[in-house]
T-cell receptor, first 110, second 112 residues
Framework: AQSVTQLDSQVPVFEEAPVELRCNYSSSVSVYLFWYVQYPNQGLQLLLKYLSGSTLVKGINGFEAEFNKSQTSFHLRKPSVHISDTAEYFC????????FGQGTTLQVKP | DGGITQSPKYLFRKEGQNVTLSCEQNLNHDAMYWYRQDPGQGLRLIYYSQIVNDFQKGDIAEGYSVSREKKESFPLTVTSAQKNPTAFYLCASSTRITETQYFGPGTRLLVL
């Protein structure tokens, strides 16, 4: 079955600390992968995407993700988070339609 | 500015009533989508359209209907057959079905 799994429902972290949000995809999912961010009561904003080429993808707001085909993972990272990064983050894969993970709430504490 | 607009921001439905959510895009995208978001459940696809005058059911189409008479517009009707309509509804569009999707700001539907 096609699936995208986000391994953590909540990730608490202190401000200026590094963070990693984990995402695994099933091998049947196309290797078009995305990370979106959602602030409260807003739509989804594209953070970054992997379509082909370099496995390290840089996105907006200092985020980056690494595509790992052997581990079927696409983890999102940021070396130093800010309070303003507090939001819901969604990993998604495109199989002809977008398959979303369940979301990870990033809680940045002062 | 190019983008996707959804209206209204909040919508209230009475028992047995049909309500229509608006989605408009000026990105010249061929494909448009409707998703439903419930807490802790991620996003689920309701309907999508790859081209004008054509649309397909997604994973949870029961109780919903759509039309695609214009490229820019993809309204969603929540019918009285949808027994649990309270949710956040998101519209998205892309150049083609396999391309990056861009999202509108959402409509929150509440039942009175």
């Amino acid at each position: 079955a096609q699936s995208v799994t986000q391994l953590d429902s909540q990730v608490p972290v202190f401000e200026e600390a590094p963070v990693e949000l984990r995402c695994n995809y099933s091998s049947s999912v196309s290797v078009y992968l995305f990370w979106y961010v959602q602030y409260p009561n807003q739509g989804l904003q594209l953070l970054l995407k992997y379509l082909s080429g370099s496995t390290l993808v840089k996105g907006i707001n200092g985020f980056e993700a690494e595509f790992n085909k052997s581990q079927t993972s696409f983890h999102l990272r940021k070396p130093s988070v800010h309070i303003s990064d507090t939001a819901e983050y969604f990993c998604a894969g495109n199989t002809g339609k977008l398959i979303f993970g369940q979301g990870t709430t990033l809680q940045v504490k002062p | 500015d190019g983008g996707i607009t959804q209206s209204p921001k909040y919508l209230f439905r009475k028992e047995g009533q049909n309500v229509t959510l608006s989605c408009e895009q000026n990105l010249n995208h061929d494909a448009m989508y409707w998703y439903r978001q419930d807490p802790g459940q991620g996003l689920r696809l309701i309907y999508y359209s790859q081209i004008v005058n054509d649309f397909q059911k997604g994973d949870i189409a029961e109780g919903y209907s759509v039309s695609r008479e214009k490229k820019e517009s993809f309204p969603l009707t929540v019918t009285s057959a949808q027994k649990n309509p309270t949710a956040f509804y998101l519209c998205a569009s892309s150049t083609r079905i396999t391309e990056t999707q861009y999202f509108g700001p959402g409509t929150r539907l509440l039942v009175l």
